[in-house]
């Protein structure tokens, strides 16, 4: 107590070399007994230390400061915060489930902290002063105090004279550098010789308030009511002060708050109106017309920080875009929820390319002259992983914008690092849930080297499909990132976090040293100190991507996706100087091979991205990295070239897409932003690991999905009868080889697998025709076949016609088709996000040719069409509100009156 009594004497000796302070009302302090709570206005950030000494000696009860994370953790004044007992308020600028936590759990720290006799100083606006009035706005901080302690004092501060100094937001409407300011400071008080400064008049006016007077029953008239009491004689004209008697400025120019500049030409007036409706919901009234504007700040709507915050993070899980601040304009949601504010790093910074990555040349398509070409050096993946790492360690491996680029020599060290960790688990299955990054190749990896069983946790469908996916592997431990779990907000129930944060803590410096020289003195070691792994055994657990039923997990053994490797080199041809773009995340079967197993095991460099839908972060990372290789569904596709506005592209020469039909606006943005790459479309299943066909670069047919690539057998045939059908006819696709899993795991239902000529085929459920060259047309999925007169209706060739006319955008897919059969015959509806009636709907079938049994029941106006977390249209989620529909119809028919 002495000392903090000391520390604050001298604080007020130093201000006296600069600020000539005048106090009136400490009369009413000194009478006062209880916990007090001092409530300043906040022109700059040298106001706080002038308020506390001057008003040290007068309170009884010390008072503790709360004090912004920003300000509490600089280095040189992290020790006096604790000299002051000074409370961290955490930084709400980032969005985070833990930061909304930590906020609430400060509250309730204060309210204890006054119940026990404390007292505090807190600033009701929460921020500096940006403007020549005080801000409070809708923060709830002081308001919930002080309606949580009856028994507490309220004490108002109205400072000063302050607006104008250096340490406030008047010279140039933003936050000055705090550290910069400091050093500033230190150097004009020098040059006045420490006792020859101008001195600033500061005038603090204190006055204990009357409960009474304090409206606690409403948050916007408590705060109201301090906004009148902190200008009372404003608007403040910022005054200077010359901070030299003989040189430096003599007038000071002031900035106002610079706007931020919402462009909302281009953003869907759909999603507005959604936006606006969500703003709604948190307001409980509705948005009048002058506050419709991109311009209006949350906080003149009564959204405090943590409101903004909740509310940001529900767009971001409603509409699936990532950004790391919280925004504070109406306009800044709209551009949240149409994909328009970057997420990350990338596409915030210029991006500096680390040297070891070797930006070659790539040359065009088909012209591979070096004889060089990416292999497979071993028969399981861990093998195959050590070789490659070993045989060239110098070689840019794989990289991100956040971890730069690992050689393999040092992603083969951070591997067996982590691999000693996670040999101490107790369990063969092992849960992985990360993004697209650097660290999910080390964890991968890893895994294999400890010899576990990775479960590749898909996070988009939610805790219950995650609970699922635990509970079908016996997975205890799920290996991830506390950010990504922050961010996510996600438990899982029936397992625990290994956070990746945590392990890192756990690597001495000397332990990565002496694996790092083993990499120069004994390579071969790596190698025989490898688990024992049999090609037949499970690599990986994935999971079905359930848009038609239940997940269900799919073990892929080593020899399933090492022979799918093969086969996909064997189609994209690639060169040593090829580089690959890899952003699907890991749990996705096209990301696992196509972004992790395949460069890493081929030698191939790649570069992560976490986040598939930031597309401009993904344009200025192909731009800047300059890979010449994608792996990517049309979606996302889309999204990339559609936000790409100069030559980023002009680097890629292969792009490689799946998962869905890649539209021709798709195409011709492609020809246009990307001219010498070529889009080969593939097919795929997880089962199958995933490539079962692809177009091939000799011979590439647009508009098919190629034909099966090289270790993969297939056959079409009649759905029912499982008779091979004629050429050209449409059949079901069966397929065999190596590349094929053995069967799901933990699984009860019907086998996936018929048996053909003597042989076990996989049952794909696709329909596909094939032409002359044995490539293959998707002709949709037989689970979305109805059977209605004895004739089959194809729900994806209803939908066709749709989907022509109201192409997928980068909003996502404005169409969809679902059906059942019901008992009096079926009921097929067309989903749709866009105004469309039955009559004009039923024009688009006669248009393409659509009659008869092909026909539409109803049409359904939704606000948008559901899709998963790979990107393909969620139809479970429309096979029930068929069924929803279908329901209410008979709950109408049933209480017609008879």
């Known amino acids: 107590m002495a000392l903090e009594k000391s520390f604050w004497f001298v604080v007020r000796m130093i201000l006296r070399l600069r600020y000539r302070v005048r106090v009136d009302g400490l009369e009413q302090l000194r009478a006062l007994e209880g916990p007090v709570l001092v409530l300043p206005n906040h022109p700059c950030y040298i106001d706080p230390p002038t308020v506390l000494s001057h008003l040290y000696r007068t309170v009884k009860v010390p008072l503790r400061p709360l004090v912004y994370s920003g300000t509490y953790r600089v280095p040189f004044l992290l020790p006096l915060m604790k000299l002051v007992r000074a409370f961290e308020v955490p930084d709400l600028s980032a969005q985070s489930q833990s930061a909304v936590v930590q906020a609430q759990q400060l509250i309730d720290t204060v309210v204890e902290g006054i119940d026990q006799g404390n007292s505090f100083i807190i600033y009701p606006s929460g921020r500096l002063q940006r403007t020549n009035r005080e801000k409070i706005g809708s923060n709830r901080l002081v308001h919930e105090v002080v309606s949580r302690c009856p028994s507490v004092t309220v004490v108002l501060v109205r400072t000063r004279g302050l607006w104008g100094s250096l340490w406030g937001c008047a010279r140039t409407g933003q936050p000055p550098d705090l550290t910069y300011n400091v050093f500033e400071a230190l150097g004009w008080l020098l040059a006045g010789l420490f006792f020859f400064l101008p001195r600033r008049n500061v005038h603090l ?214 691999a000693r960790r996670f ?75 290994i956070f990746l944060e945590d392990v890192k803590k756990s690597i001495k410096k000397t332990e990565a040293m002496g694996l790092m020289a083993r990499t120069y003195l004994r390579p071969s070691s790596f190698l025989r100190n490898m688990p024992k792994q049999n090609e037949r055994d499970p690599a990986v657990f994935l999971f079905t991507s ?25 189609v994209l041809q690639p060169d040593e100087s090829d580089s690959l773009l890899g952003f699907l995340p890991p749990f996705h079967s096209f990301g696992l091979t196509g972004n992790v197993l395949l460069p890493q095991l081929s030698g191939i460099r790649s570069i992560r991205y976490a986040d598939p839908t930031d597309a401009p972060g993904l344009v200025r990372l192909i731009g800047a990295y300059k890979p010449s290789m994608l792996f990517t569904t049309p979606t996302f596709l889309g999204y990339i070239l559609a936000n790409c506005s100069g030559d980023e592209m002009q680097s890629l020469r292969k792009i490689i897409t799946g998962a869905e039909a890649c539209p021709e606006t798709t195409h011709e943005l492609c020809a246009d932003k990307a001219p010498e790459a070529i889009i080969l479309e593939g097919y795929g299943i997880t089962e199958c690991s995933p490539v079962v066909a692809a177009n091939r670069i000799e011979k590439n047919k647009h508009g098919s999905i190629g034909k099966p690539v090289e270790h993969v057998e297939a056959k079409i045939v009649h759905h029912e009868t ?177």
Do not use: C
């Open 423 to 497: 040999e101490k688990i107790p369990h063969q299955h092992v849960g992985v849930m990360l993004p697209a990054s650097v660290a999910a190749d080390i964890v991968f990896y890893a895994m294999h080297l400890a010899g576990k069983t990775p479960v590749m946790m898909n996070w988009t469908t939610g805790p219950s499909g995650l609970a699922h996916g635990i509970e079908m592997t016996a997975v205890r431990q799920v290996v991830t990132s506390s950010r990504l779990v922050d961010r996510l907000g996600i438990t899982i129930e029936g397992a625990d976090y």
């Open 205 to 418: 006016h204190v006055e204990a308030i009357s409960r009474e007077d304090l409206p606690t029953d409403s948050r916007e008239a408590f705060n109201r009511k301090l906004e009148e009491w902190f200008n009372a004689d404003a608007p403040e004209l910022p005054i200077f002060v010359r901070y030299n008697y003989l040189f430096g400025p003599v007038k000071g120019v002031y900035q106002p708050p610079a706007m931020t500049d919402i462009e909302t030409t281009t953003i869907d007036e759909k999603i507005i109106g959604q936006v606006n409706e969500l703003v709604a919901s948190f307001l409980k009234r509705d948005l009048i017309d002058n506050e419709q504007v991109a311009g209006t700040r949350l906080e003149d709507l009564g959204l405090d920080s943590l409101d903004r915050m909740e509310l940001a993070l529900r767009i971001e899980q409603q509409f699936g875009f990532q950004s790391d601040d919280v925004v504070e304009t109406l306009g800044g949601l709209w551009s949240l929820a149409d994909g328009k504010l970057a997420a990350g790093s990338a596409a915030k910074e210029t991006l500096a390319v680390p040297k070891n990555w070797a930006s070659s040349v790539t040359p065009m398509v088909g012209q591979n002259d070096s004889g060089k070409s990416p292999w497979l050096l071993d028969e399981t993946v861990a093998a195959a992983f050590v070789q490659r790492m070993i045989e060239s360690p110098e070689a840019a491996a794989t990289g991100d914008p956040m971890s730069g680029v690992l050689s393999r020599r040092r992603l083969l060290v951070a591997a067996t690092l982590m």
């Open 546 to 570: 359930g848009s038609e039923s239940a997940p269900k997990t799919v073990p892929l053994t080593h020899l399933n996706l090492l022979t799918n490797i093969h086969d996909s080199l064997a």
């Open 722 to 898: 499982l008779e091979q059908v004629q050429d050209g006819e449409t059949g079901m696709l069966l397929v065999r080889g190596d590349s094929i899993f053995d069967g799901y795991h933990s699984y009860e239902g019907p086998s996936p697998f018929v048996e053909v000529e003597d042989q076990q085929w996989y049952r794909t459920g696709d329909l596909v025709s094939a032409d002359e060259d044995g490539y293959l047309q998707f002709r949709g999925r037989l689970k979305r076949f109805l059977k209605a007169g004895g004739e089959m209706i194809s729900l994806p060739a209803l939908e066709k016609p749709f989907q022509k006319k109201f192409p997928a955008d980068e909003n996502g897919p404005h169409v969809a088709v679902e059906g059942i059969e019901t008992a009096a015959g079926r009921m097929i509806v067309l989903f749709t996000t866009v105004d469309i009636s039955m009559r004009e709907a039923s024009e688009v079938l006669l248009e393409a040719g659509l009659r008869g049994v092909m026909r539409l029941d109803a049409v359904e106006r939704i606000e948008t069409i559901p899709v998963l977390g790979t990107g393909k249209t969620d139809y479970k989620s429309l096979r029930l509100q068929v069924e929803a529909l279908v329901e209410k119809g008979m709950e109408r028919q049933s209480t017609k009156p008879v």
